[in-house]
Structure formats: structure tokens, C-alpha cells
């Protein structure tokens, strides 16, 4: 979506031009009018950039994996109350 062209400012922009007044999110037709309005801005066709979008596949989720702690995952070493 981004190129010299079309920059993360003028993408806040449409995103603000596309939304209702008070919502946060976007609904699917205002998503798709959001990709006319970003072709239009990097002079691309509308059906090009969809492509694109389309090959780049959903969203990829990562995250971290807690390392063990002895005082956490060892019961036998809890004391006081929560013994």
C-alpha cells in the first residue's frame, strides 16, 4: 500500500475521509472505497492494488512465549498463604 507516492499520512487521511464520524473501525465497503481512493493517490488501477492486497494473504499473528520461573511453575517451592 505504501510507496513515494502514497505515504502512512495520506493512508490516516483516507482512513479518517472513509470512516463514520465517531467510529473506530471501517466496515468492508468502506474498506473497499478506502483501496479506490489509495489507487487513485499512487495512480494505479483499482483491480491492481486489490490484487496485491489479496496476495499478501491475513494477517500474521506473533507473540512471545513466557520463559520458565522456578517460583512460578514449582508448586513445592510456595510459601506462606499459598502454600
Known amino acids: 500500500m505504501l510507496n513515494k507516492a502514497c ?13 463514520d464520524k465517531a467510529a ?10 478506502a483501496l479506490k481512493l489509495c489507487a487513485e ?10 490484487a496485491s492486497v489479496l496476495a499478501a494473504g491475513g494477517p500474521v499473528f506473533s507473540g512471545t512465549k513466557a520463559e520458565a520461573n ?3 511453575d514449582d508448586k513445592s517451592l510456595y510459601t506462606g498463604v499459598y502454600a
Open 41 to 50: 493517490k499512487r495512480k494505479e488501477e483499482y483491480s491492481a492494488l486489490e
Open 7 to 19: 505515504t502512512t499520512t495520506d493512508i490516516d487521511l483516507i482512513f479518517a475521509k472513509v470512516k
Open 24 to 33: 473506530r473501525k471501517i466496515t468492508f465497503s468502506q474498506f473497499k472505497d
Open 70 to 72: 522456578k517460583f512460578h
